[in-house]
């Protein structure tokens, strides 16, 4: 392998990165356009969370997938299939008259994204020299930080000055030109083999995972002992158990339940998952309270979280370097501490103004960055080299499942608040707002407690 990166291998790193970023993009900016959406749809807060916790909830579905994907069909076929999966969501997202085919629209999008992101790396693994393989994963991580950190800022000043379709026809333009790119310079990273597609393992994940969160945001209107939540909620794991039934002797599973027996592992994937609830909840959150509450505009919103998704970054990167030299349980303590400081103000506050959101969120969100990465890297490496790849697509699916669970918390609590309690749209926001701030305080609290008895105190490297 030639020790230089050709144009041709930027350019298809940066086609396949684009399919990834624009998915970002739209779910962070689309973020600050919720109170909007409520009024031109005319539904509830719990409904419009469904915008996002559904896109990432087929991401969740799509990743377990991608292994069994990469095998049968060429990597610029599965490009142009997540790309026209995700430009026929956006078609449909800037045209639709209505809520629920604006949820159609964002589950293909969902579609592309969750068949377009792995493929970034997949090509940096595949194609990049060592000498530069840390230097491409950094801005293949820096890509996708960087849709974190603009989505707020370029869905608020768009819907501002234009309207929210916009965000849509934007990425539209963008989304063309990383197409005809990435059929110029996507080239095979491996060889086609015939392989037998695990249709029963993944149904059954699928619909698990698919049940549990629609039992979850019915909590909005219905009792917890209806069928619509505790009925969908048995059904649900009654799935997740013949899955594991069935996936536990299968040595080549989409997804391998076995490890969840090695308690290091599983018990930093609960800290990770956590965490991701956190913030998902938080960046729900923080757009309609400013908005509402605070009366400020969308592009307000935007800019008033864009801080926390800066220090996100940058405390990632220094995690990172923690991480080299000290091990994990550094960062991972710091990030938690951090972030439970956050939460405390916030709590403390009460009335909370845009300035004391900026600088409590900023405060949290870097704490975030701090522990987030630390605690996947740390959970990767207790376990053998020859299971990374099923832990880190473990890693990867409940990502996205605890960042829907995240959103899906945040608006089923201030829907609850503002309409099983009456208290208006307003009120209901804020009472909604401290009270998910309590919630989300305790699930950190419980990490801190986990990490202190789980992260290895000495340095142990993959």
């Given at each position: 392998?030639?020790?230089?990166?050709?144009?041709?291998?930027?350019?298809?790193?940066?086609?396949?990165?684009?399919?990834?970023?624009?998915?970002?993009?739209?779910?962070?900016?689309?973020?600050?356009?919720?109170?909007?959406?409520?009024?031109?749809?005319?539904?509830?807060?719990?409904?419009?969370?469904?915008?996002?916790?559904?896109?990432?909830?087929?991401?969740?579905?799509?990743?377990?997938?991608?292994?069994?994907?990469?095998?049968?069909?060429?990597?610029?076929?599965?490009?142009?299939?997540?790309?026209?999966?995700?430009?026929?969501?956006?078609?449909?997202?800037?045209?639709?008259?209505?809520?629920?085919?604006?949820?159609?629209?964002?589950?293909?999008?969902?579609?592309?994204?969750?068949?377009?992101?792995?493929?970034?790396?997949?090509?940096?693994?595949?194609?990049?020299?060592?000498?530069?393989?840390?230097?491409?994963?950094?801005?293949?991580?820096?890509?996708?930080?960087?849709?974190?950190?603009?989505?707020?800022?370029?869905?608020?000043?768009?819907?501002?000055?234009?309207?929210?379709?916009?965000i849509f026809i934007i990425s539209i333009f963008l989304m063309i030109i990383?197409?005809?790119?990435?059929?110029?310079?996507?080239?095979?990273?491996?060889?086609?083999?015939?392989?037998?597609?695990?249709?029963?393992?993944?149904?059954?994940?699928?619909?698990?995972?698919?049940?549990?969160?629609?039992?979850?945001?019915?909590?909005?209107?219905?009792?917890?002992?209806?069928?619509?939540?505790?009925?969908?909620?048995?059904?649900?794991?009654?799935?997740?158990?013949?899955?594991?039934?069935?996936?536990?002797?299968?040595?080549?599973?989409?997804?391998?339940?076995?490890?969840?027996?090695?308690?290091?592992?599983?018990?930093?994937?609960?800290?990770?998952?956590?965490?991701?609830?956190?913030?998902?909840?938080?960046?729900?959150?923080?757009?309609?309270?400013?908005?509402?509450?605070?009366?400020?505009?969308?592009?307000?919103?935007?800019?008033?979280?864009?801080?926390?998704?800066?220090?996100?970054?940058?405390?990632?990167?220094?995690?990172?370097?923690?991480?080299?030299?000290?091990?994990?349980?550094?960062?991972?303590?710091?990030?938690?501490?951090?972030s439970l400081l956050g939460l405390s103000l916030l709590i403390i506050s009460?009335?909370?103004?845009?300035?004391?959101?900026?600088?409590?969120?900023?405060?949290?969100?870097?704490?975030?960055?701090?522990?987030?990465?630390?605690?996947?890297?740390?959970?990767?490496?207790?376990?053998?080299?020859?299971?990374?790849?099923?832990?880190?697509?473990?890693?990867?699916?409940?990502?996205?499942?605890?960042?829907?669970?995240?959103?899906?918390?945040?608006?089923?609590?201030?829907?609850?608040?503002?309409?099983?309690?009456?208290?208006?749209?307003?009120?209901?926001?804020?009472?909604?707002?401290?009270?998910?701030?309590?919630?989300?305080?305790?699930?950190?609290?419980?990490?801190?407690?986990?990490?202190?008895?789980?992260?290895?105190?000495?340095?142990?490297?993959?």
């Open positions: 392998m030639e020790n230089r990166l050709s144009f041709k291998l930027i350019m298809a790193i940066l086609s396949a990165g684009m399919l990834s970023f624009l998915g970002i993009l739209d779910e962070t900016a689309t973020t600050v356009t919720f109170p909007i959406l409520i009024n031109d749809f005319k539904i509830t807060t719990d409904q419009v969370q469904w915008v996002n916790t559904l896109v990432l909830l087929v991401i969740a579905t799509i990743v377990p997938i991608s292994s069994q994907i990469r095998l049968r069909w060429s990597t610029k076929k599965i490009f142009i299939i997540g790309v026209t999966f995700f430009i026929l969501g956006l078609i449909i997202d800037i045209f639709t008259p209505r809520f629920d085919l604006l949820l159609l629209g964002r589950a293909f999008q969902g579609i592309g994204t969750g068949i377009g992101l792995p493929l970034m790396y997949n090509i940096i693994l595949a194609k990049v020299p060592k000498s530069k393989l840390g230097f491409m994963m950094g801005i293949g991580t820096m890509i996708t930080a960087c849709a974190v950190a603009l989505g707020p800022v370029f869905g608020g000043i768009v819907t501002d000055y234009l309207n929210w379709r916009w990383g197409l005809a790119t990435g059929i110029y310079s996507i080239m095979q990273l491996n060889e086609l083999k015939i392989v037998k597609f695990k249709y029963l393992q993944w149904l059954l994940l699928a619909a698990g995972l698919v049940l549990l969160m629609l039992g979850f945001t019915n909590l909005a209107k219905k009792n917890l002992l209806s069928w619509q939540v505790l009925g969908i909620w048995v059904i649900g794991i009654v799935s997740l158990i013949i899955w594991i039934k069935v996936s536990m002797n299968d040595t080549d599973a989409l997804i391998q339940p076995r490890l969840f027996t090695n308690v290091k592992f599983s018990m930093q994937l609960i800290c990770y998952c956590f965490a991701k609830i956190a913030t998902l909840a938080l960046g729900f959150i923080f757009p309609i309270y400013i908005q509402l509450v605070n009366h400020g505009s969308v592009s307000l919103a935007g800019w008033i979280v864009f801080p926390g998704a800066v220090v996100d970054a940058l405390m990632a990167a220094l995690a990172g370097k923690l991480y080299d030299k000290k091990g994990a349980r550094l960062p991972i303590i710091l990030g938690i501490c951090m009460g009335n909370l103004s845009n300035i004391e959101i900026l600088i409590f969120y900023a405060i949290y969100y870097g704490g975030y960055g701090m522990c987030f990465s630390s605690l996947m890297t740390s959970g990767l490496v207790s376990i053998s080299k020859k299971n990374h790849a099923q832990g880190n697509a473990i890693f990867n699916t409940l990502q996205q499942f605890s960042g829907a669970v995240g959103t899906a918390l945040a608006g089923t609590i201030i829907s609850f608040y503002q309409q099983k309690l009456n208290l208006g749209q307003v009120f209901g926001t804020a009472q909604g707002t401290h009270f998910t701030f309590i919630i989300l305080l305790i699930l950190i609290i419980i990490n801190l407690l986990i990490s202190l008895k789980f992260v290895p105190k000495s340095i142990k490297k993959a």
